[in-house]
Nanobody, 116 residues
Framework: QVQLVESGGNLVQPGGSLRLACAGS????????MRWYRQAPGKERELVAS???????NYSDSVKGRFTISRDNAKNTMYLEMTNLKPEDTAVYYC??????????WGQGTQVTVSA
């Protein structure tokens, strides 16, 4: 059974940085397409960044140039490096393995709060 566990969320001031981690078990993350989503209070879940099996990356316009998605295959972990954080980045961040037939794998989420 594949499991994902996020960590690294915290309270940070505007302009600050954080690195989120998504540790996997039960599968080799290096061979999977993976995503980071976020959900702010009262809003729908938003796709933030993705990394393909071939390590092609994509970002939403709202985070492009500030966030970087990556993987450490030796640690079986995916990361989201976030810089120049803004209050509107406040959300619960989730890592995800997309699968067909509504069988996606999700982590439990990690809270990021950007506030002075």
């Amino acid at each position: 059974q594949v499991q994902l566990v996020e960590s690294g969320g915290n309270l940070v001031q505007p302009g600050g940085s954080l690195r989120l981690a998504c540790a996997g078990s039960g599968a080799r993350l290096a061979f999977l397409n993976m995503r980071w989503y976020r959900q702010a209070p009262g809003k729908e879940r938003e796709l933030v960044a993705s990394i393909s099996f071939g390590d092609v990356t994509n970002y939403s316009d709202s985070v492009k140039g500030r966030f970087t998605i990556s993987r450490d295959n030796a640690k079986n972990t995916m990361y989201l490096e976030m810089t120049n954080l803004k209050p509107e980045d406040t959300a619960v961040y989730y890592c995800n393995i997309p699968r067909p037939n509504n069988s996606d794998v999700w982590g439990q989420g990690t809270q990021v709060t950007v506030s002075a």
